[in-house]
């Protein structure tokens, strides 16, 4: 038996697993005592990135979301790949997608985007001192590039025009984090 917190695991069956999704049913001991399953879906860790200029233009992708069946205005995302960091992946990342490299990156955390019974730990980085290239997406991505001001982008996410979890939190971290780089100098 394994404790996790005030849950008791007597056993995991694994349901489903790929390179990037893996589902498992764990039989457990509630906190109430009762016996009960628990679905836990982990995903491939990945990577978000606010790419920011110095005029605080920032560069967000508009893509096509099959699950949600609509476009989603995000910041640049994306899995970490085996042996790769998270620094490496936010780098591959957003020069694939949106063409840009960058010189000075800033690690701004971490976000968990749902608790419950989803496991996608999501790196936050933005990038400054940008470089602009062609784009090199995956094949099956079809990506926009949008560029806008920061503080519209954060008025987007206030009227949840932007709704893509990792997205809302980058946005507004960068925002504050920025804001206080300010009152610094």
Same mark, same amino acid.
């Given at each position: 038996?394994?404790r996790?917190? $005030?849950? +008791? +695991?007597e056993?995991?069956?694994?349901?489903?697993?790929?390179?990037?999704?893996?589902?498992?049913?764990?039989?457990?001991?509630?906190?109430?005592?009762?016996?009960?399953?628990?679905?836990?879906?982990?995903?491939q860790?990945?990577?978000?990135?606010?790419?920011?200029?110095?005029?605080?233009?920032?560069?967000?992708?508009?893509?096509?979301?099959?699950?949600?069946?609509?476009?989603?205005?995000?910041?640049?995302?994306?899995?970490?790949?085996?042996?790769?960091?998270?620094?490496?992946?936010?780098?591959?990342?957003l020069?694939?997608?949106?063409?840009?490299?960058?010189?000075?990156?800033?690690?701004?955390?971490?976000?968990? $985007?749902?608790?419950?019974?989803?496991?996608?730990?999501?790196?936050?980085?933005?990038?400054?001192?940008?470089?602009?290239?062609? $784009?090199?997406?995956?094949?099956?991505?079809?990506?926009?590039?949008?560029?806008?001001?920061?503080?519209?982008?954060?008025?987007?996410?206030?009227?949840?025009?932007?709704n893509?979890?990792p997205?809302?939190?980058?946005?507004?971290?960068?925002?504050?984090?920025?804001?206080s780089q300010?009152?610094q100098?």
């Amino acid at each position: 038996m394994l404790r996790r917190g $005030p849950w +008791v +695991v007597e056993g995991t069956t694994l349901r489903y697993k790929n390179e990037r999704v893996e589902i498992s049913e764990d039989q457990v001991l509630r906190p109430d005592g009762e016996e009960g399953t628990f679905t836990v879906v982990r995903l491939q860790p990945g990577v978000s990135v606010l790419a920011i200029d110095e005029e605080d233009n920032v560069y967000l992708t508009k893509e096509y979301r099959y699950v949600i069946e609509q476009e989603s205005l995000e910041v640049v995302s994306g899995g970490i790949d085996e042996n790769e960091t998270a620094l490496d992946a936010a780098r591959r990342e957003l020069r694939e997608e949106l063409g840009i490299v960058a010189e000075r990156w800033s690690d701004l955390g971490m976000v968990h $985007p749902l608790t419950s019974q989803l496991h996608a730990p999501a790196r936050l980085f933005v990038a400054r001192h940008l470089s602009f290239f062609e $784009p090199e997406p995956d094949v099956c991505e079809v990506i926009e590039l949008v560029k806008m001001k920061l503080h519209t982008a954060v008025d987007l996410v206030m009227e949840s025009r932007i709704n893509h979890a990792p997205s809302c939190v980058l946005i507004l971290k960068a925002n504050q984090w920025l804001s206080s780089q300010v009152e610094q100098k």
